[in-house]
């Protein structure tokens, strides 16, 4: 038996949540759902976007399903990745058949930091003409995502991992993303490929000759905006879900 958190939040979520739990239930594997809120709906009405009573739904799953959120999807899905220590943010871009698809022949996978970077929820406004966001890279947790990422290219018969970064002008924090990618890529000498582009050129890469990708690793904002231009490639955003992979955790969004 295994215990899903089921999280529908707004919108969209509710049936998405509905149609993913009727493709469970045809499984021969048992499955017990609890339900938790979360969302624009739920602030109305607790007074919060996420109660302590859904993290600690998510915390006790064996895995947990989320639909969607809307003004308050920072407040939720951020939340929810960090409590959960969900390091690695997955998101495949894949063609299917009759769908309305720019390109047929995709199927590469956008791996993503998921704990730290732009998204720490570090801002101020430290005058009335000006403001300061943080930006935090690790050498723990850019080592973790990118080893994932090799390993994950490994187990799926990837040949190649392409690492992004703006080290040219961010040159500590991306400098160090870059320089642990190729401490990794030194371990699978021989069985997996490495490159990297500068983020603004993978932008441009994407458009022009996609299929050249296999597997992609970046930080936190880089990654969550390709992604969304991956999902373009191939349909749409919902045409792509997302997992959310931790230690002793995982949060899917179908």
């Given amino acids: ?28 594997i048992d499955f017990n759902f609890n339900y938790g809120e979360a969302g624009d709906e739920c602030l109305e009405k607790n007074g919060e976007a996420l109660p302590d009573e859904t993290i600690e739904l998510a915390k006790n799953a064996d895995a947990c399903l989320f639909g969607a959120a809307g003004e308050t999807a920072a407040d939720v899905i951020v939340r929810l990745r960090q409590e959960l220590n969900l390091f690695a943010n997955l998101r495949p871009v894949k063609s299917y058949p009759n769908t309305n698809a720019l390109f047929d022949n995709l199927d590469f996978m956008i791996v993503r930091e998921n704990t730290e970077g732009m998204y720490i929820a570090k801002e101020e406004e430290y005058t009335e003409e000006g403001a300061i966001a943080r930006r935090i890279i690790t050498r723990k947790a850019e080592r973790r ?9 490994k187990n799926n018969n990837k040949s190649k991992v392409t690492g992004v970064h703006k080290a040219n002008v961010l ?33 441009m890469y994407l458009i022009t000759r996609p299929e050249s990708f296999e ?17 373009g490639l191939v349909g749409g955003l919902g045409m792509i879900p997302s997992g959310n992979i931790g230690e002793d955790g995982a949060l899917f969004e179908p």
Wanted: hydrophobic letters at 45%.
């Fill in 1 to 28: 038996m295994y215990n899903i958190a089921v999280i529908p939040g707004d919108g969209i979520g509710r049936e998405v949540m509905d149609a993913c739990i009727s493709v469970l239930n045809s499984l021969d």
């Fill in 145 to 153: 995502i990118i080893d994932y990422a090799f390993q994950y290219a």
């Fill in 171 to 203: 040159k500590v924090t991306d400098g160090l993303f870059k320089e642990i990618l190729y401490e990794v890529a030194k371990e699978y000498e021989g069985e997996i490929e490495v490159e990297d582009f500068y983020v603004d050129a993978t932008a």
């Fill in 215 to 231: 597997v992609i690793v970046t930080t936190n904002l880089f990654g969550d905006i390709l992604s969304d231009e991956g999902a």
